[in-house]
């Protein structure tokens, strides 16, 4: 299992379970380090607070880490004009500069209770953390 799928895995994981757990969830990373560890970080924002900001904080912080980064899992739920509710997972490789979009369609009754993924898909990206310019 190569860093990028570590990270991807990790942050599908999270993200399904805080759906199901709360309906939503705050942008968050999961990254793979130096010592081959997932771990998730979640951005200190204010209940209610603009999510866009709270991922453009977080970017701006894993691109201050991101020599001791190897690969990151950005995750967002949102709606997406054909699909409706997503799951989106942006993921990025240090090396070789691996990088994609995985949406996973999802319905939910009841704040998250009783949620329905769908298949996961692919769509491709650009990078973020280690643009080509850095």
Known sequence: MTELDRALGAALAFGEKMLAAKGA???FAAVVDHDGIAIAQVPKVPRGGDPDAALETLV???R???GRLWAVALATNRADAELGDV???H???RQGGLCAVVVVP????RRGRAVTFGEPRRVPSTPIIWPSSS
């Open 25 to 27: 969830f705050t942008p």
């Open 106 to 109: 999802y319905t939910a009754r």
């Open 91 to 93: 993921v990025e490789q």
């Open 87 to 89: 799951l989106h997972v």
């Open 60 to 62: 701006g912080g894993l």
């Open 64 to 66: 201050d880490q991101r």
